[in-house]
């Protein structure tokens, strides 16, 4: 799946829908792999039942155990703190990252409700944008949201993340996805709020693949989309520069979250979007076999 | 006159580019947008002075430049040259990895690849030199870098496939270590493989050595792949009835091609085919075969789930063990059973717990005999059982979890178990009058406390801890209550693990048990302190086993020695001091496991399966191998054949021609500067 391609749609639910469902449909998985669609009542718990649905309460009272499983598979609060801030428009080629990053949103939110989480977005440029809180009915929202999002300002992890933190009252699953043109240090402190208070926490850098390449020839005037400042750059001499710097930034960037204990992945914008899903899905550790 | 590059003649166009220049004086003026300046720095653009064309010389001289410089990157071959005459200054280190992992069994990709290598072997040149190796997970280096060419066959004919994953990155270590050690003035490497998505695990660090040709032999065609495999089996326990256990197995067949209408699915236990099923799979999908519900066999039984052959048969089954799930001895001590503990650990059967209830008098050694976990649940110390025998059974593996609530009064501890004990036990803390105290920190990194970190799990903070008793300790502290004193603590005691806990478990100092997370909590720590590993109905080949690991009786895990049967036969010696401590498994099928020296002992038995990711066939574009192991700025060769390109390689490098082709276009140019400064003498205009 051409992830330009796919932009061209221009339908967010049509595309998250598409991609995880075709993705799904060609997973190579153990039948234990999602869970029986009987979620809202209370059962008699038979063995083979996870242990952790059991109402232990309802066992205190009545000495009977039975499982609450609605209450446990729809109690995950799932969000995607998008940045939206003016560096996202950059695409060299047929897509913007902010693009991808629209379509990667909605794949991993469409796929998060269809497991029946809770789900919530969170655009932010230097501050909050737009606040879709967890729920389970804001999908059409989230979608909504998602596809009149446009790149603006100038970006900065700190303050929205630590309004994001501030403001949950329970722990929850964030996603952020950015291109993190900022210092680690700085990324991995702005994060801090949100790990410390126990939130499990995944960052997907998202860069285009003339972020990472540098391919570019002619001696020009470079515009930084974010602040407007102009640089006369001669590519030639200053790409063996640049690339050092850039492979300097990604690692640094991978040990301070790796220290943080987030999870942390570089996408960049060429990547199918079904591959980055089953590497989420690989990662998070949703695609155990039966072995 | 053929070129060894010929899309270069494409910079013919060139010719045009002096017209254009002089002509249309179009400066760039636009801006490029960037996402950040940040790695960026100044570099102004010369400004050189350009001249119109005004005299038909200039073009001349300038389109001939162009011309030479073309050509020059086309790399004209002229002539024939003897491949043997001369002393060769172009000397080739050569190195080959050849992908012989399962995925390589499909239609003609194997007989394809030894076929590419053979002919890489034909075209050394006297002086060249090659290394062939052979990747799956791993890469070993089948020979030296030789030039004997016997040798090189040799390795090849004896190289077999194997039923291993695939892995880049160790393979492309074995080329980087050959080519670096290199003195050759030429370096190539060449891939052949079918570059399955599944084995790209590349990082920076798998870069050549600078100016190393790589040429990836993509051996996967373009026809699709057609195939069907047993991807996973399932088995979980059938809910639905009463009685004796009964297990219902079910089989996710994964399809490649077409659909397929009508497949039959066998499940076999024992080597009996049990029950037949048939299945329509979708096209490039997979679908799901569910058996009837089986007894649950008292020891481990083999049982496969199988398909029709096809193409590719090694996928066709996929081997599982039945077995009831071994349960987890518990012996819980106290002076009377409170209302939580022993159910919430009946609970489940994953693990099974099976607990026997002992009073701290009653109890008796003979009583630890089986048991992998003992709790002092109302941490009263078991005078039943005496401070060394308790002591000797935590030093030899077994776990201990101690309650401290009101029994637990460490003047009654003898001084032998005080190792027991995580450090000085003091006073009891009592905060009923402030409401209770709650838990303030959680280490929950810690696989004791681990499965508290998930989304969906249960929260300890809602807990009310009345009373608990201060623990004298600086290390080991799992959790702390809001005042800083410790609540949980761990620490060692020979192989054995002790967990304390700092108030009482019952529900008389704490409202703990009445909280959703205590029943996983308990069920935890109680697999925690056993050092209690859930045993894999199967395991995908690639992975390594300590034979003690999958041993559930006692006897057996104190077993060294090992002799192993894997499905062809073949065996191997694990541990002791001359063989490795883990078998590794390579083959798919049922290995068999016996204590060495006793060839008639019921054998352990281990399924293993081809691994999960080798199923995928997707492929990588492999212009990407090319950029991750050459650089961005390299000159990436394409996929053409490894014989073909080295024969005109050879030729041209012999030849040099490009060189006097640049020379000819250096001259060109200082002509025209001469030609343009007289002409700019008469009529100079600057843009």
Same mark, same amino acid.
């Given at each position: 799946?051409?992830?330009?391609?796919?932009?061209r749609?221009?339908?967010?639910?049509?595309v998250?829908?598409?991609?995880?469902?075709g993705?799904?449909?060609g997973?190579?998985?153990?039948?234990?792999l999602?869970v029986?669609?009987?979620f809202?009542?209370h059962?008699?718990?038979?063995?083979?039942?996870?242990?952790?649905?059991?109402d232990?309460?309802?066992?205190g009272?009545?000495?009977?155990?039975?499982?609450k499983?609605?209450?446990?598979?729809?109690?995950?609060?799932?969000?995607?703190?998008?940045?939206?801030?003016?560096?996202m428009?950059y695409?060299?080629?047929g897509?913007?990252?902010?693009?991808y990053?629209?379509?990667?949103?909605?794949t991993?939110?469409?796929f998060?409700?269809?497991?029946?989480d809770?789900?919530?977005?969170?655009?932010?440029?230097?501050?909050?944008?737009?606040?879709?809180?967890?729920?389970?009915?804001?999908?059409?929202?989230?979608?909504?949201?998602?596809?009149r999002? =446009?790149? @603006?300002g100038?970006? $900065?992890? +700190? &303050?929205?993340l630590?309004?994001? !933190?501030?403001s949950?009252q #329970?722990?929850?699953?964030f996603?952020?996805?950015?291109?993190?043109?900022e210092?680690?240090?700085?990324?991995?402190?702005?994060?801090?709020?949100?790990?410390?208070?126990?939130?499990?926490?995944?960052v997907?850098?998202?860069?285009?693949?003339?972020?990472?390449?540098?391919?570019?020839?002619?001696?020009? =005037?470079? @515009?930084?989309?974010? $602040?407007? +400042? &102009?640089?006369?750059?001669?590519? !030639?001499?200053?790409?063996? #520069?640049?690339?050092?710097?850039?492979?300097?930034?990604l690692?640094?960037m991978?040990?301070?979250?790796?220290?943080?204990?987030?999870?942390y992945?570089?996408?960049?914008?060429?990547?199918p979007?079904d591959?980055?899903?089953?590497?989420?899905?690989?990662?998070r550790?949703?695609?155990?076999t039966?072995? | 006159?053929p070129?060894?590059?010929?899309?270069?003649?494409?910079?013919?166009?060139?010719v045009?580019?002096?017209?254009?220049?002089?002509?249309?004086?179009?400066?760039?003026?636009?801006?490029?947008?960037?996402?950040?300046?940040?790695?960026?720095?100044?570099?102004?653009?010369?400004?050189?002075?350009?001249?119109?064309?005004?005299?038909?010389?200039?073009?001349?001289?300038?389109?001939?430049?162009?011309?030479?410089?073309?050509?020059?990157?086309?790399?004209p071959v002229?002539?024939r040259?003897?491949?043997?005459?001369?002393?060769d200054?172009r000397?080739?280190?050569?190195?080959?990895l050849?992908?012989?992992?399962?995925?390589?069994?499909?239609?003609?990709?194997?007989?394809?690849?030894?076929s590419?290598?053979?002919?890489?072997?034909?075209?050394?040149?006297?002086?060249?030199?090659?290394?062939l190796?052979?990747?799956?997970?791993?890469?070993?280096?089948?020979?030296?870098?030789?030039?004997?060419?016997?040798?090189?066959?040799a390795?090849l004919?004896a190289?077999?496939l194997?039923?291993?994953?695939?892995?880049?990155?160790?393979?492309?270590?074995?080329?980087?270590?050959?080519l670096?050690?290199?003195d050759?003035?030429?370096?190539v490497?060449?891939?052949v493989?079918d570059?399955?998505?599944?084995?790209?695990?590349?990082?920076?660090?798998?870069?050549?050595?600078?100016g190393?040709e790589v040429?990836?032999?993509?051996?996967?065609?373009?026809?699709p792949?057609?195939?069907?495999?047993?991807?996973a089996?399932?088995?979980?326990?059938d809910?639905?009835?009463?009685?004796?256990?009964?297990?219902?197995?079910s089989?996710?067949v994964?399809?490649?091609?077409?659909?397929?209408?009508?497949?039959?699915?066998?499940?076999?236990?024992?080597?009996?085919?049990?029950?037949e099923?048939t299945v329509?799979?979708?096209?490039?999908g997979?679908?799901?075969?569910t058996?009837?519900?089986?007894?649950?066999?008292?020891?481990?039984v083999?049982?496969?789930?199988?398909?029709?052959?096809?193409?590719l048969p090694?996928?066709?089954?996929?081997h599982?063990?039945?077995?009831?799930?071994?349960?987890?001895?518990?012996?819980m001590?106290?002076?009377?059973?409170g209302?939580?503990?022993s159910?919430?650990l009946r609970?489940?059967?994953?693990?099974?717990?099976?607990?026997?209830?002992r009073t701290?008098?009653?109890?008796?050694?003979?009583?630890?005999?089986?048991?992998?976990?003992?709790?002092?649940?109302?941490?009263?110390?078991?005078?039943?059982?005496g401070?060394?025998?308790?002591?000797r059974?935590?030093?030899e593996?077994?776990?201990?979890?101690?309650?401290?609530?009101?029994?637990?009064?460490?003047?009654?501890?003898?001084?032998?178990?005080?190792v027991l004990?995580?450090?000085?036990?003091?006073?009891v803390?009592?905060?009923?009058?402030d409401?209770?105290?709650?838990?303030?920190?959680?280490d929950?990194?810690?696989?004791?406390?681990?499965?508290?970190?998930g989304?969906?799990?249960?929260?300890?903070?809602?807990?009310?801890?009345?009373?608990?008793?201060?623990?004298d300790?600086?290390?080991?502290?799992?959790?702390?209550?809001?005042?800083?004193?410790?609540a949980?603590?761990?620490?060692?005691?020979?192989?054995?693990?002790v967990?304390t806990?700092?108030?009482?478990?019952?529900?008389?100092?704490?409202?703990?048990?009445?909280?959703?997370?205590?029943?996983?909590?308990?069920?935890q720590?109680?697999?925690?302190?056993?050092?209690?590993?859930?045993?894999?109905?199967?395991?995908?080949?690639?992975?390594?086993?300590?034979?003690g690991?999958?041993?559930?009786?006692?006897?057996m895990?104190?077993?060294?020695?090992?002799?192993?049967?894997?499905?062809?036969?073949?065996r191997?010696t694990?541990?002791g001091?001359?063989?490795?401590?883990?078998?590794?498994?390579?083959e798919?099928?049922?290995?068999?496991?016996r204590p060495?020296?006793?060839?008639?002992?019921?054998?352990?038995?281990?399924?293993?399966?081809?691994?999960?990711?080798?199923?995928?066939?997707a492929?990588?574009?492999?212009?990407?191998l090319?950029?991750?192991?050459?650089?961005?700025?390299?000159?990436?060769?394409g996929?053409?054949s490894?014989r073909e390109?080295?024969s005109?390689?050879?030729?041209e490098?012999r030849?040099?021609?490009?060189?006097?082709?640049?020379?000819?276009?250096?001259l060109?140019?200082?002509?025209?500067?001469?030609?343009?400064?007289r002409?700019?003498?008469?009529?100079?205009?600057?843009e």
């Amino acid at each position: 799946m051409d992830p330009a391609t796919l932009a061209r749609i221009g339908n967010l639910e049509l595309v998250a829908r598409w991609v995880v469902e075709g993705f799904l449909a060609g997973l190579h998985r153990s039948p234990q792999l999602g869970v029986s669609t009987d979620f809202a009542e209370h059962r008699p718990y038979a063995p083979g039942d996870d242990i952790r649905h059991v109402d232990w309460r309802v066992f205190g009272r009545t000495e009977r155990t039975y499982l609450k499983t609605y209450e446990a598979e729809t109690n995950t609060s799932f969000t995607v703190l998008l940045d939206v801030s003016a560096s996202m428009q950059y695409g060299h080629g047929g897509i913007t990252k902010l693009a991808y990053a629209k379509l990667l949103a909605a794949t991993l939110v469409w796929f998060s409700r269809r497991q029946r989480d809770r789900v919530g977005l969170v655009t932010f440029s230097g501050d909050l944008v737009e606040i879709v809180p967890p729920a389970a009915r804001h999908l059409p929202h989230i979608l909504h949201v998602l596809e009149r999002a =446009t790149a @603006r300002g100038t970006g $900065s992890l +700190a &303050r929205p993340l630590l309004k994001v !933190a501030q403001s949950q009252q #329970r722990r929850g699953i964030f996603v952020l996805v950015s291109d993190l043109y900022e210092p680690a240090a700085d990324v991995a402190r702005a994060l801090a709020p949100l790990t410390g208070a126990g939130h499990d926490v995944i960052v997907i850098q998202l860069l285009d693949a003339a972020e990472q390449t540098f391919p570019f020839e002619d001696a020009t =005037t470079f @515009r930084d989309l974010e $602040s407007g +400042a &102009r640089l006369p750059v001669s590519p !030639a001499k200053v790409r063996e #520069r640049y690339l050092a710097a850039m492979a300097a930034h990604l690692a640094a960037m991978r040990t301070a979250l790796s220290r943080s204990r987030v999870d942390y992945s570089l996408v960049d914008t060429s990547q199918p979007l079904d591959r980055v899903l089953f590497d989420y899905l690989l990662r998070r550790e949703f695609l155990r076999t039966a072995v | 006159m053929p070129l060894l590059t010929p899309l270069f003649l494409l910079g013919l166009a060139a010719v045009a580019v002096p017209l254009l220049v002089h002509l249309v004086q179009k400066e760039r003026r636009d801006p490029t947008a960037f996402p950040s300046l940040m790695f960026l720095d100044r570099t102004p653009a010369p400004i050189a002075s350009r001249r119109h064309l005004r005299d038909p010389l200039l073009l001349l001289l300038r389109a001939l430049a162009v011309i030479a410089l073309v050509l020059a990157f086309a790399r004209p071959v002229f002539g024939r040259i003897g491949v043997t005459g001369g002393v060769d200054q172009r000397r080739r280190e050569v190195v080959v990895l050849l992908d012989r992992s399962f995925s390589m069994r499909i239609g003609e990709r194997w007989p394809r690849a030894t076929s590419s290598v053979d002919s890489v072997i034909r075209t050394l040149a006297p002086g060249d030199r090659m290394t062939l190796a052979a990747f799956d997970r791993r890469a070993n280096a089948l020979t030296p870098a030789t030039a004997d060419v016997t040798v090189l066959r040799a390795a090849l004919g004896a190289l077999t496939l194997t039923d291993e994953g695939t892995r880049l990155a160790p393979a492309m270590a074995v080329a980087q270590q050959r080519l670096a050690a290199s003195d050759a003035p030429r370096r190539v490497l060449v891939v052949v493989s079918d570059f399955q998505r599944s084995g790209w695990d590349l990082t920076n660090e798998a870069r050549m050595p600078a100016g190393t040709e790589v040429v990836p032999v993509d051996v996967a065609g373009l026809s699709p792949v057609s195939d069907r495999a047993v991807r996973a089996v399932d088995v979980r326990r059938d809910r639905n009835v009463e009685g004796p256990p009964r297990m219902i197995v079910s089989a996710r067949v994964g399809n490649s091609g077409a659909a397929q209408r009508g497949v039959t699915a066998r499940l076999e236990i024992g080597g009996r085919v049990l029950e037949e099923r048939t299945v329509d799979l979708p096209a490039d999908g997979s679908a799901a075969v569910t058996f009837s519900a089986v007894p649950v066999p008292p020891d481990p039984v083999p049982a496969r789930v199988t398909l029709g052959a096809d193409a590719l048969p090694g996928d066709d089954a996929h081997h599982v063990l039945l077995q009831q799930a071994p349960a987890l001895a518990v012996l819980m001590i106290a002076a009377r059973e409170g209302p939580y503990l022993s159910p919430a650990l009946r609970i489940g059967d994953a693990p099974r717990f099976e607990i026997t209830t002992r009073t701290p008098a009653g109890v008796t050694a003979a009583d630890l005999v089986g048991r992998r976990v003992v709790i002092l649940a109302d941490g009263a110390f078991p005078t039943g059982i005496g401070a060394t025998a308790l002591r000797r059974f935590v030093e030899e593996g077994g776990g201990l979890i101690t309650a401290l609530a009101d029994q637990a009064n460490p003047r009654t501890w003898p001084s032998a178990a005080s190792v027991l004990l995580p450090g000085a036990i003091r006073s009891v803390t009592d905060r009923a009058g402030d409401r209770g105290g709650v838990l303030g920190a959680l280490d929950q990194r810690h696989p004791a406390l681990a499965l508290l970190a998930g989304p969906r799990a249960g929260d300890l903070a809602a807990a009310r801890f009345d009373r608990y008793r201060a623990i004298d300790t600086t290390s080991g502290v799992l959790a702390r209550f809001d005042d800083g004193a410790a609540a949980l603590t761990e620490h060692a005691v020979g192989r054995g693990r002790v967990l304390t806990f700092a108030s009482s478990l019952d529900g008389s100092w704490n409202d703990l048990p009445r909280q959703p997370a205590f029943l996983p909590l308990m069920q935890q720590l109680a697999q925690y302190a056993a050092t209690w590993r859930d045993a894999p109905r199967s395991y995908g080949i690639g992975t390594s086993i300590r034979p003690g690991d999958v041993a559930s009786a006692a006897p057996m895990r104190a077993v060294t020695r090992w002799v192993a049967t894997a499905p062809s036969g073949t065996r191997t010696t694990v541990g002791g001091d001359d063989a490795p401590a883990a078998l590794e498994l390579t083959e798919a099928g049922v290995h068999e496991l016996r204590p060495g020296g006793s060839p008639g002992a019921r054998p352990i038995l281990v399924a293993a399966n081809i691994a999960a990711a080798e199923l995928d066939f997707a492929a990588f574009d492999v212009a990407r191998l090319t950029a991750a192991l050459t650089g961005p700025a390299a000159t990436a060769p394409g996929t053409e054949s490894p014989r073909e390109e080295e024969s005109l390689t050879d030729r041209e490098a012999r030849q040099s021609s490009w060189w006097y082709l640049l020379l000819a276009a250096a001259l060109l140019l200082v002509a025209e500067s001469v030609v343009a400064w007289r002409a700019g003498t008469r009529a100079p205009v600057l843009e």
